[in-house]
């Protein structure tokens, strides 16, 4: 029996994955570039007559369990950035970019950035790749997490000026070893509500730590909200995500810590990040 051609694999696979994914048709084509060692516009430029790899249906096939494609692949792009992310941390998502760019327009100047629960590094990263005059410090209670961000600052020629922390924001004592007071406070808290039922792509694969926190999705802003103001340099600004129905109770928690906010929302016009700074 022939073997099928690139293009051929490809149009199976994205009938295959119609189940599982809306995107089967580009879930396929960077499944297949993977596959190939090559990038997915080179892949459609002139490899599609190729013989398909015999790796590929393997793919595919995690895939088809729902796996998310950036596991698979083991690479997940963020502002224009390549970041390795694996199952110790959150796939970077476009919405997250909203903070990046709040951040950058709320203190160019910055020179001091703090990322709370840093996952793959993705929003320090980002950040001081472009302000080359800050430093920054990325802290995690995941040592797996940790060595993802050390991973992705040192593939990204950062590593000089991300330092990563093992620290956790449920301990009393957990900013002692971050320095500061930082220019900028990054942080994407857990702020799923427990009850929700999540696509399988997420709840199967992605850390359930990073997910959920508490009945009302909360929990961590509480937390770390009212801490903020101790990390704070003068003039600092805080940006933190929120879910899109969380933009009140989350300013509220921001107020009684003495915080004033303004709100920045993502592509879709869904509340995506809450701004703080110290009330005047």
Known sequence: MPEKTVGEAIRDAAERLAATSDTARLDAEVLMAHALHTSRSSLLLSRMRDDAPAGFAALV??????????????????????????????????????????????????????????????????????????????????????????????????????????????????????GGPFDLVLANPPYVETTVELDRSVASYEPASALYSGELGLDDYRILIPQLPGLLARGGVALVEIGHEQAESVAEIGQLAGLASRLHRDLGNRPRVLEFSTAA
């Not at 970041?83 to 709040?102: C, K, M, Q």
């Not at 990204?156 to 990563?164: C, E, P």
């Open 61 to 178: 096939a995690r895939r088809a369990e729902h796996e998310p494609v950036a596991y698979i692949t083991g690479q997940q792009e963020f502002f224009g950035l390549p970041f390795t992310v694996g199952p110790d941390v959150l796939i970077p998502r476009g919405d997250s970019e909203v903070l990046v760019e709040a951040a950058l327009a709320a203190r160019p100047d910055a020179r001091s950035v703090l990322d709370c629960g840093t996952g793959s590094g993705a929003l320090l990263l980002a950040v001081l790749a472009n302000l080359p005059q800050a430093r920054g410090v990325g802290m995690d209670s995941s040592p797996g997490a940790l060595a993802t961000a050390k991973a992705n600052a040192q593939a990204l020629g950062l590593a000089d000026r991300a330092r990563m922390v093992a620290a956790d924001w449920l301990r009393s004592d957990w900013a002692k070893a971050l």
